[in-house]
């Protein structure tokens, strides 16, 4: 099941989680103050050999770092309304899927390109019903063309155009994996 939780519930920096419902509220153009509530899971990662390295990756839970974003994006959503938002080392998602919810025009939920990994990710944009929301695989250092290809086919774009608006790096700083 589902855990209802916030930053508030006096989780450590490191404190991680596997599920839970993200619960904000940000105010729309016209005043009204809204909800997001965003279902997330991490992943089980029970993988050995040549496949160790996803065990490093620390994608099967939902950190704090992850929070504080989504709850900063839900204060200022102009931020992210109507942009085509990227995030690095997404994992379980979060900051993307609440961007998504925001109202950006695209969220690319970008992680290692495993298969484990990504099929995490989108399972979270079917649950949550993310219409805005594609994942795509990305191993830092590698070229960005997959990034460049998925971006143009959903926009509709030139592949040439590998823009984007803003970056989102919630969960890449916090541990040395």
């Known amino acids: 099941g589902w855990a209802r939780s916030t930053m508030a519930s006096g989780m450590s920096l490191f404190g991680e989680r596997k599920g839970f419902v993200y619960e904000g509220s940000y105010v729309s153009q016209d005043g009204t103050e809204n909800e997001v509530i965003v279902a997330v899971r991490g992943i089980d990662v029970a993988v050995v050999g040549e496949r160790d390295e996803v065990n490093r990756l620390y994608v099967e839970h939902v950190w704090p770092s992850s929070i504080v974003v989504s709850d900063y994006l839900c204060q200022h959503p102009e931020i992210i309304r109507d942009k085509v938002v990227i995030e690095l080392g997404a994992g379980a998602a979060l900051p993307s899927l609440v961007a998504e919810k925001l109202g950006a025009k695209l969220a690319l939920v970008s992680d290692y390109p495993e298969d484990d990994v990504l099929r995490n990710i989108d399972d979270a944009i ?25 971006r143009a086919e959903w926009l509709s774009t030139s592949d040439d155009d590998s823009s984007v608006d803003v970056v989102l790096l919630a969960d890449v700083l916090w541990r040395d994996t």
Not at 126 to 133: Q, V
Not at 139 to 144: E, P, R
């Open 126 to 150: 079917r649950i949550n019903k993310c219409t805005r929301a594609i994942s795509v695989g990305y191993k830092w250092g590698d070229s960005i063309d997959e990034i460049t290809k998925r």
